[in-house]
């Protein structure tokens, strides 16, 4: 009799937790259904993007909402650009010399809209006549599924992604889409992915394809009303509100060289800056080395190979902000 009620207690137990675990895929399911839109015209989204090449310029700029427009019987959501270009030379060293650099200010740089199928349209607003209308991202692709629209018509390496894998990122208690890319007919992954209500983590209109050794940009945060929203764990938001207006909160040129790098990696830092900390952190957002500049020359042989975010910061105020791939 006794082992009855046992077998019978277990039986029930298990029963019980089978129901509960049942009731909590059903709710992560729930939540990672809930599609997020893209920002509306009257919310404040700023994307804080920067890039480099090896060959023309630099850019660090934000992207931002102005308000929004009708084109066509079409609503859209307009962007501004504000920020500084530095301009060099094949050759020079450190890339992007200050010494050629100007600041810019756009409030019309291009606009988007959101349809029912969760495609994101843009158009560019230099001009009233140009009709033109492209695809920028597809949250609806599937795993296999190759890259559409304005990325895949600006790839220029002859490699196509496609949708390597599709998983979910946690922000506000909400879980958002994110689709991950691979090249086609090769392994590499992570480079390029797209995020849910953001956008991609290259971005707006920039795209970093792997291998990546002619050009890297990079979207450094997205804020939204105010608050960082992504990063999560390392939220280094640069402001370019000062454009046009501020002289004194000038960000100050630094450089981290070669890029891609070895064994050491040189930074063109102002002999004036001191109490200046280097800290590099992988893509996940997780701190992996951080020391004291003493040196225009950081060692970093304890790397792996893979692509890091280098700050410098000095006084908790972050001067600069690069991706650097490690490669040996």
Request: with cysteine.
């Amino acid at each position: 009799m006794l082992r009855e009620v046992g077998v019978l207690f277990i039986f029930m137990a298990m029963k019980h937790l089978l129901i509960l675990f049942s009731l909590g895929i059903l709710s992560f399911a729930s939540n990672a259904q809930t599609y997020i839109p893209f920002p509306a015209s009257s919310d404040s989204a700023v994307w804080n993007i920067s890039t480099s090449a090896h060959e023309g310029s630099c850019r660090y700029y934000d992207a931002f909402i102005t308000g929004d427009t009708t084109i066509n019987n079409k609503n859209y959501v307009v962007l501004g650009r504000r920020g500084i270009f530095y301009w060099w030379q094949p050759g020079d060293q450190p890339y992007c010399s200050n010494s050629e650099s100007h600041e810019f200010i756009n409030n019309k740089h291009f606009a988007y809209r959101e349809d029912s199928t969760h495609k994101i349209y843009f158009r560019y607003l230099y001009s009233l006549t140009d009709t033109n209308e492209f695809l920028l991202y597809d949250f609806g692709l599937q795993v296999g599924d190759s890259l559409k629209g304005h990325f895949a018509d600006i790839t220029n390496q002859g490699i196509m992604p496609i949708v390597s894998s599709i998983d979910s990122i946690e922000i506000d208690n909400n879980w958002r889409k994110k689709i991950n890319f691979k090249n086609s007919g090769d392994s590499l992954e992570g480079c390029f992915y797209l995020i849910e209500g953001i956008g991609c983590n290259t971005g707006l209109l920039e795209m970093q394809v792997c291998p990546f050794f002619e050009s890297i940009a990079i979207l450094n945060c997205f804020k939204l009303n105010g608050d960082v929203k992504y990063p999560i764990i390392n939220p280094f938001c640069n402001d370019y509100s000062y454009i046009t207006s501020n002289e004194e909160n000038k960000p100050i040129a630094l450089y981290i060289y070669p890029n891609p790098a070895s064994n050491f990696v040189s930074i063109s830092l102002p002999t004036n800056q001191i109490n200046s900390r280097l800290s590099i952190y992988n893509l996940t957002g997780q701190l992996v080395l951080q020391k004291p500049i003493i040196s225009t020359q950081i060692p970093i042989a304890d790397l792996g190979n893979g692509m890091y975010i280098f700050v410098i910061t000095a006084d908790d105020k972050v001067l600069s902000r690069q991706r650097v791939v490690v490669a040996r």
